[in-house]
């Protein structure tokens, strides 16, 4: 069965600090590894998608790598803001549907 | 419309009641996806579409729970006999072929059951 593990599963920064979200993943079948951001009460926002041929991707602040052989994601964000407080999950692209994290949940502390 | 679209954003069942959920995919966008996201967790796979054809429906927790896609474009999310169990957001997905591709979520419906 596909599992997505994704720690810490709870983190608090002050503003400014960089850090780094984690997801590991079973299945090497891998068509793709996509980043969301969710916010309470919302749906999911898509930040980046790594596709399986690919090492990383960059937008803006957001840095996510792909690490196959090792079954490893990570979200890198750069000089952290509080409206970058959310729930972070990662997921999991095989040949039709996501496999999903529980995500970490993110506050940047003014 | 230029994002997923999904109605009723809101719902509040009685238990035994029956309930249909809404999604208006991004249009042009052949593979349609539900899923099903319990409080504290992350979404877990129900469905999925490929234009009207319903080719994996293995996440679908009882014969309750029905989905359909009938011209392709706009699914309905069907519970029959709500189960205060069937209490979570309801996400939809859409994306456009090749596999790979990004996929699109919509708001999401937040079904509670009393």
């Known amino acids: 069965k596909q599992e997505v593990t994704q720690i810490p599963a709870a983190l608090s920064v002050p503003e400014g600090e960089n850090l780094v979200l984690n997801c590991s993943f079973t299945?090497?079948?891998?068509?793709?590894l996509q980043w969301f951001r969710q916010d309470p009460g919302k749906g999911l926002t898509s930040l980046l998608l790594?596709?399986?041929?690919?090492r990383e991707q960059t937008s803006g602040r957001l840095n996510a790598s792909l690490d196959k052989s090792s079954g490893r994601s990570t979200l890198y964000i750069a000089a952290s803001q509080p409206g970058d407080s959310a729930t972070y999950l990662c997921?999991?692209?095989?040949?039709?549907?996501?496999?999903f994290g529980k995500g970490t949940k993110l506050t940047v502390n003014p | 419309g230029a994002g997923v679209s999904q109605s009723p954003r809101y719902k509040v069942a009685k238990r035994g009641q029956d309930v249909a959920l809404r999604c208006d995919p991004i249009?042009?966008?052949?593979?349609l996806f539900w899923y099903q996201q319990a409080l504290g967790q992350g979404p877990e796979f129900l469905t999925y579409?490929?234009?009207?054809?319903?080719?994996?429906k293995s996440g679908l927790p009882s014969d309750r729970f029905f989905a359909e896609r009938p011209e392709g474009s706009v699914s309905t999310l069907k519970i029959q006999r709500t189960q205060q169990e069937d209490s979570a957001v309801y996400l939809c997905?859409?994306?456009?072929?090749?596999?790979?591709?990004?996929?699109?979520f919509g708001q999401g419906t937040r079904l509670t059951v009393v």
């Open positions: 997905a859409s994306s456009f072929p090749p596999r790979g591709t990004e996929a699109f």
């Open positions: 299945d090497s079948a891998i068509y793709n």
């Open positions: 790594i596709q399986s041929s690919q």
């Open positions: 997921a999991q692209g095989g040949s039709e549907k996501l496999v």
């Open positions: 249009s042009g966008h052949v593979s």
């Open positions: 579409f490929q234009n009207e054809a319903q080719l994996d």
